[in-house]
């Protein structure tokens, strides 16, 4: 009897951990995902504004466009590097900064192609990054092994993609949008995998936020690059 219930104590106990390992899981990746959100929201304000206002025809016009074009893609290396040295506020911050001048970046969508077709390509996106992240959040296969794979595909479409800056070919175009949209949808996925994995119950409030942003960041930067690739053949030009 007593080994019994010696027995049933160990159990209980090691189901009331698992239980809170769950719970602790689900409320990281709920900040994961929220972030991300109000990530996206803060861009397409902010993109919407600079296309309305005419801010962004504007700065087109000047020397300051590259600071607009180039700035967003600074802030997201410095985050990405200094986001341990920094204060989880700070990194919550500098977040919803970069997010707010790749927005500003982001105007001339609003501006080259249809409304219609924008909103279109961005449910779209929504559809498939949920689908993707999903699968990637569920799956008991080990994603980790395509990770080498999806960096040098990035390498290559960024190669490929300032090539054809001087080449000016619409075939390589095309290539590059339909594999661009693979990447992505590959590495929502392999994120989403990742971004769980990293999850620990034993860290401490800060890291576990900062762990948040910074998985926010990878699966805001897939979301934006899959919609950005999908505009290219699915967007309607104004």
Sequence with gaps: MAENWSNNQTTQAGEARAQAV???????MTKVYNYMGLGLLATALTAYIGAASGIYVALAQTPL??????????????????????SASAAKTTFW??????G??????LLAFTGVSVVRTFL???????????YGYT?????????????????????ASVVNIFMQSPAMHFAISVIGVLLFAGLTAYDTQDIKRIYYAGDSRSIAEKKAIMGALRLYLDFINMFLFLLQFLGNRD
Excluded: C, N, Q
């Design 22 to 28: 769950d719970e602790g899981l689900r409320i990281y």
């Design 65 to 86: 466009i590259w600071l607009v074009v180039l700035a967003p893609l600074g802030m997201v290396i410095y985050l990405s590097t200094r986001l341990h040295k920094m």
């Design 97 to 102: 900064i970069y997010a707010a001048m790749t």
């Design 104 to 109: 500003l970046s982001l105007s001339y969508v």
């Design 124 to 134: 779209i996106t929504a559809a498939s990054f949920g689908a993707l992240s999903l």
């Design 139 to 159: 799956t008991k296969r080990d994603l980790s092994g395509m990770g080498s794979f999806l960096f040098m595909g990035l390498i290559g479409i960024i190669l």
